[in-house]
């Protein structure tokens, strides 16, 4: 049992891995994870946030439409994914914009050695110069 729930957890945190580097890169996300980034930016709070009230919502709406009671097995899930999914956007790439960049630079730009690219009026410029010189 810890084995499957170890690779769950693994899956879930490479998934929500490649929906940041989408997000950052902003090479094209997914409907949901779209339509969580404008809610977020236009209401607040996180994506994670969003993406876990939305989750909750859709769970109680077919709970009611079954006529049963909402599984308490499906809202872990939900909440550890919006924990995830916070914790790459909100904490791992926190300072990373790839918008701006070359399309081979958003994609190995978070595994190079100098990956502290923060932008400044649209640019992608490295705030550690000195460290990625040598």
């Not at 879930?12 to 950052?24: E, H, P, S, Y």
């Not at 980034?37 to 079954?66: P, R």
């Not at 009671?69 to 909100?90: G, H, T, Y």
Request: glycine share 6%.
């Amino acid at each position: 049992m810890l084995y499957r729930s170890m690779v769950y957890l693994f899956g879930m945190l490479v998934n929500f891995f490649g929906v940041a580097l989408l997000i950052n890169a902003t090479l094209g996300a997914g409907f949901w994870t779209s339509f969580f980034i404008g809610v977020s930016d236009h209401l607040g709070f996180t994506v994670g946030f969003w993406y876990g009230a939305f989750q909750l919502l859709i769970i109680f709406i077919n709970a009611k439409l079954m006529k049963n009671l909402p599984e308490v097995r499906a809202v872990v899930p939900v909440f550890m994914e919006s924990l995830i999914l916070d914790f790459w956007l909100e904490i791992v790439f926190a300072n990373v914009d790839l918008s701006t960049a070359p399309f081979i630079l958003q994609i190995a730009a978070p595994f190079h050695r100098c990956s502290d690219y923060r932008t400044r009026s649209g640019y992608l410029y490295s705030t550690s110069v000195s460290a990625c010189a040598s």
